[in-house]
C-alpha cells in the first residue's frame, strides 16, 4: 500500500487515481496527524511525502519516521516545490530515498515509485558480508567494526553496503547518486562527499579501506574475507 500526504485535496486525488489504476493499493492524508495515525493501523510499502504541509511540514514527519524502529526504513519520496533546493538537499541526508520536483508528471511518479520499491526490496535479501574487520549483516541492518557495532544512518549503511558487495569496482559520484538515492546525477556531489566522510570517520580505521580515486570517485580496497 501506498501512503500519499498531501494536503491539496485535487492534487491528492490525482495521485491517488494514478497509483491505483497502475495495480497499486493506495490511501491518502490530509496531514501528519491523520497519517501517524493510520500507521497504527497499517503499515504503508512506501510514503509520497509532501513537503509543504500544514502543522508539521514533511521534513519534521520524515525524521519522526527515521527515528521510530518500526519506520527506519520505510521508503519515502519526497515531493518538494521547485525552489526548495533546501528541502531536497536536507530531505535527503535525513535519509529519503527519492524526491518529486512539483509540478511532476503522475507517470514519473509512478516510475520513482517502482524504482524506490524495487531498490529497497532487492536490498532486504539476507547476507553477511565481510571486509577486513567490517562485517554487515543485511538482515538486520548492523555494522560492526572489530566486533564493535557502529551506528549508521540508512544513507551511509547503504553507501557501504554498496562498496562491499563490489570490492575493488570504483564508483563515480553520479553512479552514487543514482543507486543510493535514487536520482541521475544534477551536481549535487557534495551529497556524496560529505556521507563518505562520515562514514570513514564512524568507520575509524577500518575507513582507510574506502579510497578516494582522483577525478572519478570511491572503491573499496579491501578484498571480502
Known amino acids: 500500500m501506498i501512503a500519499v500526504v498531501e494536503d491539496d485535496e485535487s492534487i491528492r486525488e490525482i495521485e491517488l487515481y494514478t497509483l491505483k489504476t497502475t495495480g497499486f493499493e493506495a490511501t491518502g492524508y490530509p496531514d501528519g496527524a491523520a497519517f501517524f495515525a493510520a500507521l497504527k493501523q497499517k503499515m504503508p510499502s512506501l510514503v509520497i ?48 530515498d527519492d524526491y518529486l520536483v512539483k509540478p511532476f508528471g503522475m507517470m514519473e511518479m509512478v516510475s520513482r515509485v517502482k524504482a524506490v520499491l524495487r531498490r529497497t526490496q532487492n536490498s532486504q535479501d539476507a ?35 554498496a562498496f562491499m558487495k563490489r570490492p575493488g569496482m570504483v564508483y563515480t559520484r553520479d553512479q552514487l547518486l543514482n543507486e543510493i538515492w535514487g536520482m541521475e546525477y544534477d551536481g549535487e556531489t557534495r551529497t556524496v562527499d560529505v556521507h563518505i566522510r562520515t562514514l570513514r570517520s564512524k568507520l575509524g580505521k577500518a575507513g582507510d579501506c574506502i579510497s578516494t580515486v582522483r577525478g572519478i570517485g570511491y572503491r573499496m580496497e579491501v578484498e571480502p574475507v
Do not use: F
Open 49 to 96: 511525502l509532501d513537503v509543504m504541509l500544514p502543522n508539521e511540514d514533511g521534513i519534521s514527519i520524515l525524521k519522526k519516521l527515521r527515528a521510530a524502529p518500526n519506520t527506519e526504513h520505510l521508503p519515502v519520496i519526497l515531493a518538494t516545490a521547485r525552489s526548495s533546493e533546501y528541502d531536497k538537499v536536507k530531505g535527503l541526508d535525513l535519509g529519503a
Open 127 to 161: 547476507e553477511i558480508l565481510t571486509c577486513g574487520m567490517i562485517r554487515m549483516d543485511s538482515s538486520s541492518h548492523t555494522v560492526a567494526v572489530d566486533g564493535q557495532s557502529i551506528d549508521l544512518t540508512l544513507k551511509e549503511y547503504e553507501l557501504l553496503h
